[in-house]
């Protein structure tokens, strides 16, 4: 099977240009959701789209789509997605590379002069990150109808905007009407995030299922009092409580080796001065298995942590769930396209599952979904030294661009070029 090839080193000078956007000092990347650092991201990608030919539109959420007419009118399109928005202290490569990607298969299409039948559409999908506005993957949810569209308009940042007002002042509140149409085909490629790709050697991981991952807010309830004068027998301080759940929150995870992950990320503490006594935290925690009979022992694990702290420390603690994912599987037909296609290039992969949230999960409901990874080079990702080469980003649109040209092409691949 002949094979074609990015443009390699357009496609770092495009992810390096994109990065300088919201960069941070230690090189990396704070461009949260729908922020003028976001609105500077999609003009951006809203100009280098409509240089390359395509038609654009944004939804209702904001979500933004790049047509490549196919020849054949009638047929669904085949999509490429990421996100752009990052969280506070992310790297250049999170969600960028998937979109960037996607912008290369197509550029390269037009640089070969190559028709597909199907369309195709490279999609920037809003919040993805759930930094700034709760959920994670919000617009492609909303997309695919898992999460309303009013829920999501009315989610609120900590100053208290709203997704819609957000939309509106960027300038991205679209009228495309969301979702509800046919899709053939979705395709995402991240960078993996952790380090199995880097420790195995493969320089591609088809993904093939995700971890069941439950995502809660523990409050902890205790009582407001004097710092000083209140004995500490007298006490029920929320942050202590909160303290111990964190400590017993992390060992459940610790205690399922590399099956298992929890963590307690973001915390608000109430009322957080000095001289009282905490007598609120919120504390957001997640439980995250590859077994789904597991994750049900940590839940259990999690009740029973509670119980023994309620017990020690005079606080109560309520334990609400808020969103999850998984297990899901993806389409063995793409799976193994995707590990086919690297093969053909030459490209050693292994079957990877995701541990992360990505666009690509919620799109498993819609259509044929294929995500695949490529190392993250240092090994982890939301940190500002999140890195892959760019071999490692050239694997990756390499595998895209043929998989996505299989697809759109009902299997014709052009000769090189
Ligand atoms: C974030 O990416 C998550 O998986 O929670
Ligand atoms: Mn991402
Ligand atoms: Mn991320």
Redesign the pocket.
Known sequence: MKTVKVDGERLWASLMEMGRIGETPGGGCRRLALTDDDKAARDLFCRWVRDAGCTITVDGIGNIFARRDGTDPDAAPVMIG??LDTVPTGGKF??AY?VLAGLEVVRRLDDLDVATSAPIEIVVWTN??GARFSPMTLGSSVFTGDIALDFALSRTDPAGVTIAEALERIDYAGNEPIGGRPVGAYFEV?VEQGPLLKEGGERIGAVTGSFMARYFVATVTGEAAHVGPTLMEQRHDALVGAAALTLEIDRIGRSRGREGRSNAPHIELFPNVRGVIPSEVRLSCDLRNSDPAELAKMEQDLQAAISRIEGERGVSISLEPYFEFGPIRFDAAMSGLISETAREIGLSCRDILTV?G?DAVPMTTCCPTALFFIPSDTGISHNETEYSTPEQCVDGADVLLNAVLKVASGGVVPAPG
């Open positions: 990421s996100h999170d969600g998937g993805e990150e991240h992360a990505h």
